[in-house]
């Protein structure tokens, strides 16, 4: 796209459905190469990758050549079926319907990517549904608290005494 000049960051917070706690740490690198690969291939440049068990930061510079919606199912459907296909998990891996997608200017670049690599150190302090509402708030995002999230899954081994 001729005279076409951006300067797009945005970070991508998407969960695991029911956000169980599935993405080992024995294979949770390659499934980030994988999303980087599927982000790369559309044209953009990641600067983050990293996550929890139950979720994933995307950090990335994005080109006005796509829709975030249109990236995201492609990360999310290219991603679980990778999963699957390799599979990783027990049963079908699904990703959340739905995600959230925040943009940041220049000088917010190295403070988000450091903020995306250091997941654990922040979810020794804070519950992704904290970070993830503080995310909606500090961004001005309206949402009902109702639609968030789908419940946890359980099952009856979770509640041992």
């Known amino acids: 796209m001729a005279n076409t000049y951006t300067q797009i960051h945005i970070q991508a917070v998407f969960v695991v459905k029911n956000r169980e706690c599935i993405i080992q740490k024995d294979w ?7 999303m980087n690969g599927i982000i ?19 950090f990335f510079g994005m080109k006005p050549t796509q829709s975030i919606a249109d990236l995201m199912q492609d990360v999310k459907s290219g991603s679980s079926k990778w999963i699957n296909d390799n599979k990783l998990v027990k049963g079908k891996f699904l990703w959340q319907v739905g995600y959230g997608a925040f ?13 995306v690599q250091n997941q654990e150190r922040h979810h020794s302090k804070k519950s992704f549904l904290q970070e993830y509402q503080d995310f909606l ?7 009902d608290e109702r639609y968030v999230f789908e419940e946890v899954a359980y099952n009856e081994n979770d509640f041992r005494l």
Request: charged share 25%; aromatic share 14%; with cysteine.
């Open 40 to 58: 790369t291939k559309n044209g953009h440049k990641v600067l983050a990758i990293n996550g929890m068990p139950d979720h994933v930061h995307l």
């Open 137 to 143: 708030e500090a961004f001005e995002v309206q949402y």
């Open 103 to 115: 943009s940041y200017c220049n000088s917010e670049v190295e403070v988000v990517m450091k903020y």
């Open 28 to 34: 949770k690198e390659k499934l980030y190469s994988y």
